[in-house]
C-alpha cells in the first residue's frame, strides 16, 4: 500500500507501513482515509515530534512479503532495501505539516 499525503501547498507520496507509524505516533489511529483538520494540525505535530523522540531510533516498518511470483526471485544474489530509521522517514512529512502549520491548512491522506 501507497499513501498520499496532501495540503493546500504540496503532495507527498510514502510507503504505507512507515506512513501509518508516523501517523500512529502523532496520536492519530492510522485510518486510510483520514485528514486533521488545521486547527488540530499543530498538537498532531508536537506529539510526532515527541513519539519520534522516544522512538524514531527504531527501523521503519517493512512493506508487506510480496506475492508468491516476486518471491521466487528473492533468494537470488540482488540487493535488497536497507532500512531507514523513522526519524529519517518522517523528514519530509514532518517539513510538510510545518508549512501547512504556518499556511493555516489541513492535512489529508488516502492510499495512493
Known sequence: MVISFTTRFGH?????????ALLRLGGHSGSVPGA???PDLPAFLSRLRAGLETHGEEFSPA???A???ER???D????SERP??????AVPLLE?????VRQRSDLMWERA
Not at 76 to 79: K, V
Not at 96 to 100: D, G, L, S, Y
Request: hydrophobic share 40%; net charge negative; proline share 14%.
Open 76 to 79: 537470488d544474489d540482488s540487493p
Open 67 to 69: 506475492g508468491e511470483s
Open 36 to 38: 486533521i483538520l488545521e
Open 84 to 89: 531507514v530509521r523513522l526519524k529519517l522517514r
Open 96 to 100: 510538510m505539516i510545518e508549512t501547512a
Open 72 to 74: 521466487d526471485d528473492a
Open 63 to 65: 512493506p508487506p512479503p
Open 12 to 20: 507527498l507520496v510514502m510507503q504505507g507501513e512507515p506512513a501509518l
